[in-house]
C-alpha cells in the first residue's frame, strides 16, 4: 500500500465508547488493535516509529534499540502490521516503518471519555 | 475503592506516542490496559458500561446481553478491573460496575496522532 493510501475506517470506530455500545462485529475488528496494542514490546516499537520526526525508521535502527533478536522484532513488527497500525517498505538492503495514524486516531477517539463522568461522581 | 478516589496517573502515560519514545517501564504498564482491550466480549462489556447515561450497570444487565455464562462474564469482567478500567460495588443481591474514566483517557491520549503526518505524506 502507498504511504498516500490510507484505509477508509467504519464510521462506527470513531465513536466514543460513551456515544453508545459497540456491536459485535466492530467490537471484533477493534479488538484486534487493541490486541495488538497490548505487549509492552509493541508498544515500544510503535513509540519508536510514531515519534521519528522524519515520519519513518529503518528496521535496522529498531533491531538495535532492543535486546531481542532480529526475528522476535520482526515477529511483532508484523504482528503491528497486520492490524493496521504500521506500513512498511523494503528499499535496498533495509525494510522502513512507518505509522497509520488515521487507525491510531480510531482507536484513540474510541477512548476517548471526559475524564470524570458528572454522573458517575453525583451518584 | 470509592467512586471518587480516582487513581493519580503517571504524566508520561499522557504524552501521544508521537511526541516521545515510550520508556520500558511505562510501556509495561500501558501495555496492560491495551491487553485487556483486546477482546471483543471485554471490549462491548466496556462499551455497555460506559454508555450507560446514569453511568453504572447491573452484572445481570451485562449477562443478559451475551450468549455467554455468568463465570466467563464475570472473569471478562475481572481483567477489565484488575487492568483499572472499571471499577465495582456489591449491593445487596448485585454488583454495579462503572468506567474509570482517568484510565481510559490516558490511553486515548497516548495513541492520539495527527489523523495524517505531514513529514510521512510529503516524504
Redesign the interface.
Known sequence: MS??E?PILDASCCT???????T?ES??D???G???????????L???I??R????VCVCELTDAFTLTGPTISHHLRVLREAGLIDCQRRGTWVYY??I??K??A???????????P???S?
Open positions: 504511504r498516500q490510507l466514543p465508547l460513551t456515544s453508545e455500545a459497540l459485535e467490537a471484533v477493534l479488538a484486534k487493541f490486541k495488538a496494542l497490548g505487549d509492552p514490546v509493541r508498544l515500544r510503535l513509540s519508536l510514531a515519534s520526526k522524519g515520519g519513518e512507518w505509522i495514524p488515521a491510531l486516531s482507536l484513540s477517539q474510541l477512548l476517548d471519555v471526559p475524564a470524570a463522568s454522573d458517575a461522581v451518584a
